[in-house]
């Protein structure tokens, strides 16, 4: 991770440790060619969705009123919010329902207007399991653009023609691929965010930016098991107990030690959902000598007991269970 290692070396383990939590199941992806005049609305959704722009140019139309902007070839997008958008040759284009355009598609292609085609783009769409969907939220703004016309960025731009390819593809292992793309796409948003000015950002982000808490959430993920204080915490960031306690809740809207538990939560849950290891074994390794004091901190924040959530994750074939925010 270039720039986190840059500008935010402390930040670099504590950020790969919050994304190798998230758990991306699918993907669906269509290549669209468009001539002027087009447009395409695209609904809320729950989906992380992006779109690259590889030839030409369009604008992107985010609801709430916010001004559109201006995307050409090798601009790339993600939207992990839920909010409609809108994408065409023109802010004021009239626009057709993405759905109509890509019930259309055959063979993963679509094609708008009858003119000759002046825009290219991949438009893609990525399902996660219920609880991964409020991480990213912590983690980046509702859209983010990055350009890949940077050469450092040809692996990202290789990763997305091996979507074309895996997407659509039953062959062994398709599924694990497609989910690494989608990871490469989350950190080159996640460094595009990074890049950009310090001002503005909440949640998880505000944490990995400023130094001090940056070293406390290193101390927290290198070594989840300890039995942590708020004085401990305080002087791995040098800071006094209140004034950690304070600034932390200022930039994440939770106290420093909800969030110790909520990390440790949040790995008991993958292992619940991915080992067949005791209870007793999962609540020593996530810092609970007794398993009854695990099984009490499990279900204050996931409002059933490990055992419940172990048999729900079961039932709907790994992907209905939900998942703590550590947000």
Not at 23 to 51: N, V
Request: aromatic letters at 6%.
């Amino acid at each position: 991770m270039l720039i986190v290692q840059g500008r935010y070396p402390l930040a670099m383990d504590a950020l790969t440790d919050i994304l190798s939590t998230i758990r991306l199941r699918g993907a669906l992806h269509t290549r669209l060619e468009a001539s002027p005049p087009w447009g395409i609305d695209f609904a809320a959704s729950e989906k992380m969705r992006f779109a690259l722009v590889s030839h030409g140019c369009c604008h992107l139309v985010a609801g709430g009123g916010s001004a559109p902007i201006p995307l050409k070839s090798g601009d790339c997008f993600l939207l992990v919010g839920p909010e409609p958008f809108s994408l065409g040759d023109r802010p004021q284009s009239q626009a057709q329902p993405c759905a109509s355009v890509v019930d259309r598609a055959a063979g993963g292609f679509v094609r708008i207007g009858d003119g000759q085609a002046t825009t290219s783009l991949v438009l893609g769409w990525f399902t996660f399991e219920a609880g991964s969907r409020d991480l990213l939220r912590d983690l980046l703004p509702p859209i983010t653009c990055f350009s890949l016309s940077n050469p450092r960025f040809r692996t990202t731009q290789a990763a997305l023609d091996l979507l074309s390819v895996e997407a659509s593809s039953d062959a062994l292992g398709a599924d694990l691929i497609v989910g690494r793309v989608g990871d490469i796409l989350l950190v080159e948003a996640i460094r595009a965010h990074l890049a950009s000015s310090d001002q503005h950002k909440t949640g998880l982000i505000s944490l990995l930016v400023d130094r001090r808490i940056a070293r406390v959430l290193q101390a927290i993920h290198a070594n989840v098991g300890h039995a942590w204080t708020l004085e401990e915490l305080a002087h791995i960031a040098a800071m006094s107990r209140s004034s950690l306690a304070a600034e932390f809740r200022c930039k994440a809207g939770q106290p420093v030690m909800d969030y110790v538990v909520r990390w440790r939560m949040r790995l008991a849950c993958m292992r619940l959902r991915d080992s067949n290891m005791p209870l007793s074994q999962i609540a020593r390794e996530v810092g609970y000598e007794a398993e009854s004091a695990f099984g009490r901190a499990f279900k204050r924040i996931m409002n059933m007991t490990p055992g419940s959530y172990r048999r729900s994750f079961l039932a709907h074939n790994g992907r209905g269970s939900p998942e703590p925010s550590v947000q």
